[in-house]
């Protein structure tokens, strides 16, 4: 995982968590615990880390998602990711293959990216202004994780809070 802040690069992995836990992100980094080669299915290499997140910030389900320069349509795809968005869920997206990179906009400071590659979990909390896009190599595969059963929806505007306190 890499970090990118303006000129600043952030490379070290405590720091880059603690750098995304002030806007709310949450970064792990993973082995697999089933190192049997005969096992590629990344939900039961990562199994144990799977349900230890899913207990930790109480996540229902997992899905793996790959795309790559064969995905038929994969322009088409990537637009709908590269506007910045956000949505009700939080966006769980732990690399197995290949690599990506996540814009986010904490809207108090200046957007940052953050590169993921082999190895990074990253949790975009639901109403976080961020956007995805592949990088050079277009090439990823992700273990997705989701408080409800598999969805996809972005929200494209920003919410208008109408809120108001009175104390
Ligand atoms: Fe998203």
Partial sequence: MKIKINTKTITDKNEAKTFL???????????????????????????NQIEKLKKKFGYASADVCAMSSNTQNL???????????????????????GEGIFGINPLTDPPF?????????????????HWFDLTDKKNICCIRVFKENPKWEAIYEMHVNTTTSIS
């Fill in 21 to 47: 836990s002030k806007y709310g992100l949450y970064a792990d980094f993973w082995q697999p615990e089933v190192t049997d080669s005969s096992i590629s299915d990344p939900l039961v290499k990562y199994k």
């Fill in 113 to 129: 990216e953050v590169y993921v590659e082999p190895g990074d979990l990253l949790v975009v909390p639901a109403d976080t202004r």
């Fill in 75 to 97: 322009d088409k795809m990537l637009s709908a990711f590269i506007k910045e968005h956000h949505h009700s869920d939080d966006e769980v997206r732990f690399t197995v293959e």
